[in-house]
């Protein structure tokens, strides 16, 4: 990878962790439009007012946590360890 893209991902992953958030992110298994970081600690919930249906506020989410995720250098839908999660 070069430099100017690893300080990006850098950038970015320090920014969530000032916030105390460990990527990567996910959904919550159990709340539909919740999704959490890596310790399972809520971030953000979408629909939080019940507008949308359950399959458009799933598939809004999923984007969040996949564009986060792809921008900070984990892959969309991979599971790691916390090692990798340090060095991903």
Not at 27 to 32: F, G, K, Q
Request: hydrophobic fraction near 45%; aromatic fraction near 4%.
């Amino acid at each position: 990878m070069n430099t100017e893209l690893l300080k990006k991902l850098d950038a970015l992953r320090l920014n969530f962790e000032a916030l105390d958030v460990k990527l990567p992110l996910a959904l919550a298994e159990n709340d539909v439009g919740c999704v959490i970081d890596a310790e399972g600690k809520d971030v953000l919930v979408i629909d939080v007012n019940n507008e949308r249906d359950d399959d458009q506020v799933k598939a809004i989410a999923s984007l969040v946590v996949n564009l986060v995720n792809c921008n900070a250098g984990f892959l969309p839908g991979a599971t790691y360890t916390a090692d990798e999660r340090q060095v991903a």
